[in-house]
C-alpha cells in the first residue's frame, strides 16, 4: 500500500470522513481534477489485493480536487481504466 502519486487506473482506500472504515475508489482520469469512480463496499482496513470487478459502482463518475490527495489516499494496486469506465467521465466533460 503507497500514498503519493495519483495514478490513473489506481484503487484506492479513502478514509470515510466520519472515521467508520474505508471507502474504495478507482481513478479514471487525472487533469484539473483527479475523476473517480466510487464503490458501494465499506472497509474497517484498508483490503488487499482487491479488483474493482468484487465491487459495486455507487457513484459511476466524480470530479475531485487534486488538493492533499497523497495524505487522504492510500494505493492499493492498478488496473487498465476501461472504455466503460470512462462514459460518465465523457458525459461530464461533454463528449
Same mark, same amino acid.
Given at each position: =500500500?503507497?500514498? *503519493?502519486? #495519483? #495514478?490513473? *487506473?489506481? $484503487?484506492?482506500?479513502? &478514509? !470515510? %470522513?466520519?472515521?467508520?472504515?474505508? =471507502?474504495?475508489? &478507482?481513478? $479514471? !482520469?487525472?487533469?484539473?481534477?483527479?475523476?473517480?469512480? @466510487?464503490?458501494? /463496499?465499506?472497509?474497517? /482496513?484498508?483490503?488487499?489485493? #482487491? &479488483?474493482?470487478? %468484487? $465491487?459495486?459502482?455507487?457513484? +459511476?463518475?466524480?470530479? =475531485?480536487?487534486?488538493?492533499?490527495? +497523497? /495524505?487522504?489516499? @492510500?494505493?492499493?494496486?492498478? /488496473?487498465?481504466?476501461?472504455?466503460?469506465? $470512462? %462514459?460518465?467521465?465523457?458525459?461530464? =466533460?461533454?463528449?
Amino acid at each position: =500500500m503507497t500514498r *503519493g502519486a #495519483i #495514478i490513473p *487506473g489506481g $484503487l484506492y482506500a479513502g &478514509k !470515510r %470522513s466520519d472515521g467508520t472504515g474505508y =471507502m474504495i475508489v &478507482k481513478v $479514471l !482520469r487525472v487533469d484539473f481534477a483527479v475523476h473517480i469512480r @466510487i464503490y458501494a /463496499e465499506d472497509f474497517k /482496513e484498508p483490503p488487499q489485493g #482487491i &479488483k474493482s470487478s %468484487s $465491487l459495486k459502482v455507487a457513484l +459511476g463518475h466524480a470530479p =475531485m480536487s487534486p488538493e492533499g490527495w +497523497g /495524505e487522504k489516499h @492510500i494505493l492499493l494496486g492498478v /488496473e487498465p481504466v476501461t472504455e466503460d469506465e $470512462l %462514459s460518465g467521465y465523457r458525459a461530464y =466533460m461533454g463528449g
